[in-house]
């Protein structure tokens, strides 16, 4: 979104929901997103902790031997904001758990953990399931009645 740049750059978006709700509502903020034809905002916050490695791997002239891990987990949040009324709709989560091992024969083969694609393909699925739940799509008015015309000969 190069049209709301830099508002929503990890160094000056808004630290607070009220903060983002103010910012949201300001003219200029109102005149880009209208700009953009959209009435719905993720905004992301979350990433990823790492704990320390654990094992050994010993390398020296012919090669390596050991074996070590790490733990880490994946956590994503996201705020699903109704741009017309400046507001934020609906609160989504996604946490992924996993290990970092790393094998050395010869030499060392990392297999990395995951979890940060697992916690944004979790979390993109909420997004999508909500965006298109009935309950966040707005209400539009039901179509005139169309009055009902008696058959001929009756």
Same mark, same amino acid.
């Given at each position: ?33 209208? %700009?953009?034809?959209?009435?719905? #905002?993720? $905004?992301?916050?979350? *990433?990823? =902790? /790492?704990? +320390? @490695? ?31 009324? %400046?507001?934020?709709?609906?609160? #989504?989560? $996604?946490?992924?758990? *996993?290990? =970092? /091992?790393? +094998? @050395? ?31 966040? %799509? ?6 005139? $009645? ?9």
């Amino acid at each position: 979104m190069l049209s709301l740049y830099p508002l929503l750059e990890p160094s000056t978006q808004p630290a607070s929901e009220e903060e983002f709700g103010a910012m949201l509502a300001r003219a200029d903020v109102q005149a880009r997103l209208r %700009a953009l034809r959209t009435n719905r #905002l993720v $905004a992301f916050t979350g *990433g990823r =902790t /790492r704990a +320390p @490695a654990e094992g050994f791997v010993l390398c020296g002239y012919n090669g390596c031997l050991g074996y070590a891990w790490r733990s880490e987990g994946s956590r994503l949040d996201a705020a699903l904001w109704d741009l017309e009324e %400046a507001r934020k709709s609906l609160a #989504l989560e $996604a946490s992924a758990q *996993g290990k =970092t /091992r790393v +094998p @050395a024969f010869i030499l060392p083969i990392p297999i990395p953990a995951q979890t940060l694609a697992q916690a944004c393909e979790q979390l993109g699925h909420r997004i999508a399931a909500a965006i298109t739940a009935p309950s966040m %799509a707005p209400e539009l008015p039901a179509p005139p $009645a169309v009055p009902e015309v008696p058959a001929p000969g009756r």
